[in-house]
């Protein structure tokens, strides 16, 4: 053969190759996709049809003591107008939320966003925990839509919404007395006594903040969100876990740090709340003119001092019982401090609130941080960092 017949042939044998093996390399990455997202979707589904199965199992076993309904989808969709934006009420870490008119009754529906972090794992956490829950300051769970790749919790409507909108408003808070905030302290810490000892299980809530607080139309306020409790059986009252989730500024250090949570991690929470309500302000992100401490380490200064009626939101001075603020406050800074051991039981602090019993001294609270001035602080970092006392650095990160 004529070497230029070779060397046609090895030519083409060559763009043969070009062309062949890139096409079944393609084809075997796009198979390779297609039963990846095949599997998936199996799995989800597997997934939703096992939880159905778990809740109606739950539900068919515990009926003589609560029901939960199961609603269809068309029935969610018509009752909020097709999720129209109209009917949106706002969004959280769950998904959007929906205002709704459902058998007459106003609703508020939590639909699960394919965005959300949070998942079937969540989902199932809420409807155990709060259907079998009956309290007038936890919020009401009037049934669940599981439907494909809907996950929905339907609740009673609040007409009033979240605390978080009312007490970190400028022009809403000056509606909220002493004696509506004294209300809802003592509502909050009700609902705590409730889901602490008085449940059935011992349900500790881990994320308990402003934003979880909701109002009824009368301004009582209602626990929510029970997507990251716990339940605990028998006595125990501590548990740890590797993954820790709530949000920052109201979490326990030793939550924070060693992922140990109990009923003791709440009552810092409900602590740092009590200080929000009376002061106005955040705790994480507080400012003010003559320091860089936060709320806890400002409420901390002035309770040394003697200036504890100076933490009282400046909207509301002068229409308050003087010695009732600063029991409320003594009793939010027994609450937030450092070691579990130090803080009150709810049971205690609901005895407390409610009579004249002596109280004992705070210590320093947990987390009384300062903030590093700029010419301090590490220009490579991205998040900003805070100090304490002991030369511990907590880096604060972004809540969920």
Same mark, same amino acid.
């Given at each position: 053969?004529?070497?230029? *017949?070779?060397h046609?042939?090895?030519e ?9 093996i890139?096409?079944?390399?393609? #084809? =075997?990455?796009?198979?390779?996709f297609?039963?990846?997202?095949f ?14 199965r778990?809740?109606?199992f739950a ?8 029901e939960?309904p199961?609603?269809? /989808?068309?029935?969610?969709a018509n009752?909020?107008?097709? /999720?129209s934006?109209?009917?949106? $009420?706002?969004?959280?870490g769950?998904? &959007?939320?929906?205002?709704g008119?459902? *058998?007459?009754i106003?609703?508020?529906?939590k ?9 079937l794992?969540? #989902?199932?956490?809420? @409807? ?15 049934g ?14 609040m007409?009033?919404?979240? $605390?978080?909108?009312f007490i970190?408003?400028?022009r ?6 002493w ?10 810490a009700?609902?705590l006594? +409730? ?6 299980l011992r349900i500790i ?7 979880n607080?909701?109002?009824?139309k009368?301004?009582?306020? %209602?626990i929510?969100d /029970?997507?990251l ?5 028998g ?8 993954r820790?989730?709530?949000? +920052?500024? +109201?979490?326990?250090?030793e ?5 140990i +949570?109990s ?16 002061n ?5 992100? #507080? ?11 400002h =409420?901390? %200064?002035l309770y040394?001092n003697?200036?504890q009626?100076? $933490?009282?939101?400046d ?12 029991r ?14 130090d ?5 205690l602090?609901?005895?407390? $609130? ?5 109280l004992?001294e705070?210590?320093q &609270?947990? /987390? ?5 001035r700029p ?8 998040? &900003?960092e ?7 650095? @907590?880096?604060?990160l972004?809540?969920?």
């Open positions: 053969m004529a070497a230029s *017949e070779l046609r042939n090895a083409a044998k060559r763009k043969v190759r070009i062309i062949v890139p096409v079944l390399v393609g #084809f =075997a990455v796009i198979l390779g297609c039963l990846f997202v599997y998936k979707r199996r799995q989800k589904k597997k997934g939703i049809t096992n939880l159905v778990e809740i109606n539900i068919d076993n515990e009926r003589e003591d609560w939960l199961v609603f269809g /989808f068309n029935t969610i009752a909020t107008n097709n /999720f934006d109209e009917c949106k $009420l706002g969004e959280g769950y998904g &959007p939320v929906y205002k008119t459902l *058998e007459g106003e609703i508020a529906v639909r699960h966003s394919r965005k959300s972090k949070q998942g794992d969540e #989902f199932q956490n809420e @409807v155990k925990c709060i259907a079998k829950l009956q309290h007038r300051n936890l919020v009401r769970l009037l669940c839509c599981i439907e494909e790749d809907e996950r929905m919790l339907i609740y009673e409507y007409p009033n919404k979240s $605390l978080n909108s970190f408003d400028e809403k808070r000056k509606t909220l007395d004696s509506k905030r004294y209300t809802i302290i003592t509502g909050i009700r609902g006594l +409730y889901l602490h000892q008085d449940s059935r809530h881990r994320d308990l903040k402003a934003s607080i909701l109002l009824d009368d301004m009582n306020p %209602r929510s /029970f997507g409790a716990r339940s605990m059986e006595s125990k009252t501590e548990a740890n876990t590797r820790v989730m709530g949000t +920052y500024g +109201y979490m326990a250090p939550y924070t740090i060693d992922g +949570y009923t003791k991690s709440d009552v810092f929470s409900f602590g740092v709340l009590v200080l929000e309500i009376i106005g302000k955040k705790n994480r992100g #507080f400012r003010h003119a003559n320091h860089d401490l936060n709320l806890l380490g =409420a901390w %200064r040394k003697g200036k009626l100076e $933490l009282m939101d909207t509301i001075k002068g229409s308050y019982v003087h010695t009732q603020v600063k409320a406050i003594h009793i939010g800074l027994l609450c937030v401090q450092k070691y579990p051991e803080r009150p039981d709810m049971p602090v609901v005895v407390m $609130l409610g009579s004249q019993i002596p004992h705070p210590k &609270p947990g /987390f009384y941080t300062e903030r590093r010419q301090e602080a590490d220009c490579s970092s991205s998040n &900003p805070w100090s304490s006392s002991n030369h511990l650095s @907590v880096t604060y972004q809540p969920r």
